[in-house]
Nanobody
């Protein structure tokens, strides 16, 4: 079992920045991949960014150049730095961790006002 605790959500104006954090606990040695999904009202849930244990990253086209995912293995934490935020980034952001299954955090609301 893996437990994930997210923090850092909030309200920001368009063009602003926020950083999400996700601390993993439990069977963390078995985690092969961590990432962030988001769910906007009326839209399908989508992958925002992911990072492997070796540091390889992937991003959704909509956030490339604006969002950066990183991880601190010593702190069992993954971050999502979000810059130049847009109203269309408004969503609930979920931290995920993959072992032989996928675990999810409780979600963090990000609201970007125009």
């Amino acid at each position: 079992q893996v437990q994930l605790l997210e923090s850092g959500g909030g309200l920001v104006q368009a063009g602003g920045s926020l950083r999400l954090s996700c601390v993993a606990s439990g069977s963390i040695a078995s985690i092969s991949l961590m990432g962030w999904d988001r769910q906007a009202p009326g839209k399908q849930r989508e992958l925002v960014a992911s990072i492997t244990g070796g540091g390889s990253t992937k991003y959704a086209d909509s956030v490339k150049g604006r969002f950066t995912i990183s991880r601190d293995n010593a702190k069992n934490t993954v971050y999502l730095q979000m810059n130049n935020l847009k109203p269309e980034d408004t969503a609930v952001y979920y931290c995920g961790a993959r072992t032989d299954r996928i675990f999810w955090g409780q979600g963090a609301q990000i609201t970007v006002s125009s």
